[in-house]
């Protein structure tokens, strides 16, 4: 199947700092890519979507300039964490849409998550 | 405002029975559904998916089920394995739109 990835896979940074998490998608060109949030035994959350070369639409209530997103090709999104805050731990999801197959018949793949620990 | 929502936050079946997870949803122009499964600290995987055209789909163990009028989806697993153990979420979305997502419901299968 369709292979997204993560980087990295878990994150602790202190108070203040920045941190960035990349997403791939391996196998195929994503025409979008989102990011999710999840917090414990809660749904994830979307926090925006973003297309290749344009500005990333964020959801309501999400501060985009705190969450950086800039997705740079067909393949990469990164996400980053503007001076972090202990109340942004969380686990970050991405999300990448396309057709493996090249064709039109997009999925949604997600990636394996990033657990960020902000102290 | 909850659009697909998973009431039933866990639950758990024998090995080898058959394992029924519920999914509603308010939104009537959703015509995508899909469910995946998620194991802890990973990221969700795809497991099944139904077009709104269609009220069966069935891929080896996994069939999901769709009820237009009753605005319900259900994913059954027969038979469960204790590999089966997950959160498994269902999604819908009207065409090339995102994602909504439920709450997820957490399948135990005893061994």
């Known amino acids: 199947g369709a292979v997204v990835s993560q980087h990295p896979s878990r994150v602790i940074c202190k108070s203040g700092t920045s941190v960035k998490i990349e997403c791939r998608s391996l196998?195929?060109?994503?025409?979008?890519m989102f990011w999710y949030r999840q917090f414990p035994k809660q749904s994830l959350m979307l926090m925006a979507t973003?297309?290749?070369?344009?500005?990333?639409?964020?959801e309501q209530g999400v501060e985009k300039d705190k969450f950086l997103i800039n997705h740079a090709s067909l393949t990469l999104s990164t996400l980053t964490v503007t001076s972090a805050h202990p109340e942004d731990s969380s686990f970050y999801i991405c999300?990448?849409?396309?057709?493996?197959?090249?064709?039109?018949?997009?999925?949604?793949?997600f990636g394996p998550g990033t657990r960020l620990l902000v102290l | 405002d909850q659009q697909v929502k998973q009431n039933s936050p866990s639950l758990s079946v024998q090995e080898g029975r058959i394992s029924i997870l519920n999914c509603d949803y308010t939104?009537?122009?959703?015509?995508?559904f899909l469910w995946y499964k998620k194991y802890p600290a990973e990221g969700p995987t795809f497991l099944i998916s139904?077009?709104?055209?269609?009220d069966k789909n069935e891929d080896g163990r996994f069939t999901v089920f769709l009820n237009k009028s009753a605005k319900h989806l259900s994913l059954h697993i027969v038979p469960s394995q204790p590999g089966d153990s997950a959160v498994y979420f269902c999604?819908?979305?009207?065409?090339?739109?995102?994602?909504?997502f439920g709450t997820g419901t957490r399948l135990t299968v005893i061994p």
């Open positions: 999604a819908a979305k009207t065409g090339a739109n995102n994602l909504f």
């Open positions: 196998d195929f060109q994503a025409t979008t």
């Open positions: 939104n009537s122009m959703f015509d995508y």
């Open positions: 139904i077009s709104s055209i269609k």
């Open positions: 999300s990448a849409r396309g057709d493996p197959r090249g064709g039109r018949q997009e999925t949604q793949y």
């Open positions: 973003s297309n290749e070369g344009s500005k990333a639409t964020y």
